[in-house]
T-cell receptor, first 116, second 115 residues
Framework: AQSVTQLGSHVSVSEGALVLLRCNYS??????LFWYVQYPNQGLQLLLK??????LVKGINGFEAEFKKSETSFHLTKPSAHMSDAAEYFC??????????????FGTGTKLQVIP | DTAVSQTPKYLVTQMGNDKSIKCEQN?????MYWYKQDSKKFLKIMFS???????INETVPNRFSPKSPDKAHLNLHINSLELGDSAVYFC??????????????FGEGSRLTVL
């Protein structure tokens, strides 16, 4: 079975400070990992994803994440928080199941608050 | 044009009623999904359709019945609504069901409140 654990349901940072949102995964096979962002009253949108190759993945809005197999982690970072980054962030893992279809499992989300 | 659109955006109804939520995508994708997001923001897949065929059916009460008239539309009908059905229901689509790292495109959600 695959799952993701997001450490910290709420994270607060000051504007301009480093953003670090933690995600650990468990998967019996090499995982495909994602970060999605959900702004208030909106659907989720993809920030970035890791499939294979380079372990440091860059996404939209200045976010990046590093896949660390030894730590089973895929933490999301941004060097300098902006007020517009305030949102809910979801880590997700995907893999193929019997029959070939993909199943995406989401973490419980981390709400990022940016303090002026 | 909105890529994945859902209607209605808000739905308030009494226990025992039947209601439907509609979803349409104009991305040309083959696969569509319904997700349920509860009050704690936990997001769980309910159903997935590929080109009008059901491919994922998670443990969901029989009161929930999805229907896909064509690959661009996926509707969700709920019978005998219960308090626990109150949630935000998201429709999503992806290019196909075989691309393991395929991006999901979400609608804005339909907030259902059962009184």
């Amino acid at each position: 079975a695959q799952s993701v654990t997001q450490l910290g349901s709420h994270v607060s940072v000051s504007e301009g400070a480093l953003v670090l949102l933690r995600c650990n995964y468990s998967s019996s096979v090499p995982p495909y990992l994602f970060w999605y962002v959900q702004y208030p009253n909106q659907g989720l949108q993809l920030l970035l994803k890791y499939t294979t190759g380079a372990t440091l993945v860059k996404g939209i809005n200045g976010f990046e994440a590093e896949f660390k197999k030894s730590e089973t982690s895929f933490h999301l970072t941004k060097p300098s928080a902006h007020m517009s980054d305030a949102a809910e962030y979801f880590c997700a893992v995907s893999r193929s199941l019997v029959g070939g279809y993909q199943k995406v499992t989401f973490g419980t989300g981390t709400k990022l608050q940016v303090i002026p | 044009d909105t890529a994945v659109s859902q209607t209605p955006k808000y739905l308030v109804t009494q226990m025992g009623n039947d209601k439907s939520i509609k979803c349409e995508q104009n991305l040309g994708h083959d696969t569509m999904y319904w997700y349920k997001q509860d009050s704690k923001k936990f997001l769980k897949i309910m159903f997935s359709y590929n080109n009008k065929e059901l491919i994922i059916n998670e443990t969901v009460p029989n009161r929930f019945s999805p229907k896909s008239p064509d690959k661009a539309h996926l509707n969700l009908h709920i019978n005998s609504l219960e308090l626990g059905d109150s949630a935000v229901y998201f429709c999503a689509s992806s290019q196909d069901w075989e691309t393991v790292a395929g991006e999901l495109f979400f609608g804005e959600g339909s907030r259902l409140t059962v009184l």
